[in-house]
């Protein structure tokens, strides 16, 4: 089995910042694409930074300039900081990857449980 476990939400001020963690164990082969997404009340889950396997990394314009994904391959950890956090950023955060479990294996997908983050005064 494999299992992603976030860390690091918590509430935050406008203009604040937070770093959230997520680190990938259990039956882990290789890891390609990994991602961060997030639901806010009332709306559908949306991604919000994603990072392949070679370190490339694309972000929608809500979050370009503020937010910046990593990643340790030797740990099997992505990482979200994001910077000057605004109101419309308040959601649950999910961690996402895509892992292999074999050398022979396909790809499959995973999500961690989800981080709250709140940006209010």
């Known amino acids: 089995q494999v299992q992603l476990v976030e860390s690091g939400g918590g509430l935050v001020q406008p203009g604040g910042s937070l770093r959230l963690s997520c680190a990938a164990s259990?039956?882990?082969?290789?890891?390609?694409?990994m991602a961060w997404h997030r639901r806010a009340p009332g709306k559908q889950r949306e991604p919000v930074a994603i990072?392949?396997?070679?370190?490339?990394?694309i972000y929608p314009d809500s979050v370009k300039g503020r937010f910046t994904i990593s990643r340790d391959n030797a740990k099997n950890e992505v990482y979200l900081q994001m910077n000057s956090l605004k109101p419309e950023d308040t959601a649950v955060y999910y961690c996402?990857?895509?892992?292999?479990?074999?050398?022979?294996?396909?790809?499959?997908?995973?999500w961690g449980q989800g981080t709250q983050v709140t940006v209010s005064s």
């Open positions: 259990g039956s882990i082969f290789s890891i390609n694409a």
């Open positions: 990072i392949t396997s070679s370190g490339s990394t």
């Open positions: 996402y990857a895509q892992v292999r479990k074999t050398d022979s294996g396909s790809y499959n997908n995973y």
